[in-house]
Every structure is written in C-alpha cells, then in structure tokens.
C-alpha cells in the first residue's frame, strides 16, 4: 500500500485533536470501528499513534506503529514511542534549520560580492578626488619646490637639505594618496563620508618622522 484516502487513515484523528492515541482494540473503538481498513483488508485491528508537533505547534503528522491484533503497550513503551516521535521533529526541525543556514549564507555571500563590486566601482570615482584632486595639489607643490631646490643648491644655501627632505615627504604623500585610493576607495566614503575617507588618509599619512596635516 502506497497511499490511503485521507479520510480512512487513523492519524487523522490524532493530528486533528493534537493528542497521542494508543487503541488495542480499533473494531469496539467508535472513532475506527468503521474504517473501511478495519473492516476490510488488511483488518487493522491496534493503532498506536504518536503527534509529530514542531515547537510551533505546527502538527505534521504521526509516528504510528499497527497491528492485525489486539495488543496494549506498557507505559515504558508509550513513551519510547512519544520519545522516537520528538527525536523525528527534532530531526525534521534540525534539517529545516541547516538549509535555512545554508540559503542565509548564500544570501550573505552574495551581498558580500555585491560589496565588493560596490567597492571596486567607488575606488574609481574617490580615485580622481585623492590621487587627481589632493595627489596633484601636492604634486604641484613639490614642482614648486623643485624648481627652487636646483638654485639653492647652486649657491650651496643651508635650505637644501630641508627642501630635499619637503619633496621626499611629498613624493611619500603622494604614493599614499594613490595607494590609499586603491585600498579603500569609495567604500570608505560611502560608509563614512568624504571626511571621513580623507581621516583615513590622514591617519596613513600622519607617522613618525612624516607629514603633519591639520
């Protein structure tokens, strides 16, 4: 036997008052004494049925032991039997949880890819506002100095040393400027603004021994 019209199954009655049946004997029980299984083959005679319930009280059915034969379980029995049905929910209730774990981490995966892409995209626009923006104001100004360090140097002047250690802590700010754009890029921005990507910056920029921004 396959299936049986819902309307003849013995847990019907169980999974509609949400309680356990144990019946020895379903021919002088009303509830069953005219099932069509009872009176015909294959002339079900014991019905044990324990509610499989979830914790939600959702009620998915029944663990159901039957018999051709009037039969009586022990009370160590009935609940082995009742213990069996609550170790099935909590199987069905861990496989639920397991796939629903796996689809949140698919999703979370995903948003995380997205991120990234959002990521990849915004380096693209920061880029041009910290390497082409505060990168070339720079640049400029190490131009400037360098333009003035080959005549101090001509005329052997005491600033030489000093305007060679301002462009090397340019070419240094500069570099952090592209690099900075590169590692964070609009990330930043988007999460914490425009100031508070360039505090980034600056924090990178702001070591011992090198360039102090206000």
């Given at each position: 036997?396959?299936?049986?019209?819902?309307?003849?199954?013995?847990?019907?009655?169980?999974?509609?008052t949400?309680?356990?049946?144990?019946?020895p004997?379903m021919r002088?029980?009303?509830?069953?004494?005219?099932?069509?299984?009872?009176?015909?083959?294959?002339?079900?005679?014991?019905?044990?049925?324990?509610?499989?319930e979830?914790?939600?009280?959702?009620?998915?059915g029944?663990?159901?032991?039957?018999?051709?034969?009037?039969?009586?379980?022990s009370?160590?029995?009935?609940s082995?039997?009742?213990?069996?049905?609550?170790?099935?929910?909590?199987?069905?209730?861990?496989?639920?949880a397991?796939?629903e774990?796996a689809?949140?981490?698919?999703?979370?995966?995903?948003?995380?890819?997205r991120l990234?892409?959002e990521?990849?995209d915004?380096?693209q626009?920061?880029?041009?506002?910290?390497?082409?923006?505060?990168g070339?104001?720079?640049a400029?100004?190490?131009?400037?100095?360098?333009?003035?360090?080959?005549?101090?140097?001509?005329?052997?002047?005491?600033?030489?040393?000093?305007?060679?250690?301002?462009?090397?802590?340019?070419?240094?700010t500069?570099e952090?400027c592209r690099?900075?754009a590169e590692?964070?890029?609009?990330?930043?921005?988007?999460?914490?603004?425009?100031?508070g990507?360039l505090?980034?910056?600056?924090?990178?920029?702001?070591?011992?021994?090198?360039?102090?921004f206000?």
């Open positions: 036997v396959v299936e049986i019209p819902r309307g003849w199954a013995p847990c019907a009655h169980a999974v509609e949400g309680e356990n049946i144990v019946c004997d002088i029980d009303p509830r069953f004494a005219d099932n069509p299984l009872v009176l015909g083959p294959p002339y079900l005679v014991f019905y044990a049925g324990m509610v499989l979830t914790p939600r009280g959702t009620i998915l029944t663990l159901a032991v039957i018999d051709t034969e009037p039969r009586t379980l009370l160590f029995q009935q082995s039997l009742a213990l069996i049905a609550r170790q099935i929910v909590d199987q069905l209730e861990l496989r639920t397991y796939r774990l689809a949140l981490r698919a999703q979370e995966q995903s948003f995380e890819a990234w892409r990521k990849a915004e380096s626009r920061l880029a041009p506002e910290l390497h082409d923006g505060v070339q104001e720079l400029g100004i190490s131009l400037l100095i360098g333009a003035a360090l080959q005549p101090a140097r001509d005329s052997d002047s005491l600033l030489v040393p000093s305007l060679e250690e301002i462009n090397r802590l340019l070419a240094s500069i952090t690099s900075t590692e964070h890029g609009g990330f930043l921005v988007r999460k914490e603004g425009l100031v990507a505090a980034h910056v600056m924090d990178r920029l702001d070591q011992v021994g090198g360039a102090r206000a």
